[in-house]
């Protein structure tokens, strides 16, 4: 792959579009976290720790809201 070619080559759509927004403000904010600075030059490894924590995050985020509904049903 060159390294000219543009940082977002992305063909996962999103179930719920209206998220891009707020999927790309955690992956800039994680990344500024682990101080890796996106771009064509950055390393597989270090998008895959930004992507891994992203992932960390969203099921953390969906078992505390789990867990509140599942509190509510009970």
Do not use: H, W
């Not at 490894?45 to 953390?60: A, D």
């Amino acid at each position: 792959m060159p390294r000219t070619q543009q940082v977002s080559n992305n063909r996962n759509q999103l179930l719920t579009p209206q998220a891009r927004t707020s999927l790309d403000q955690m992956k800039y904010e994680i990344a500024s976290e682990f101080g890796v600075t996106l771009g064509p030059d950055t390393t597989s490894r270090q998008n895959g720790s930004v992507g891994g924590e992203i992932t960390k995050r969203l099921v953390q985020m969906a078992e505390q809201q789990l867990g509140g509904q599942l509190g509510r049903i009970q």
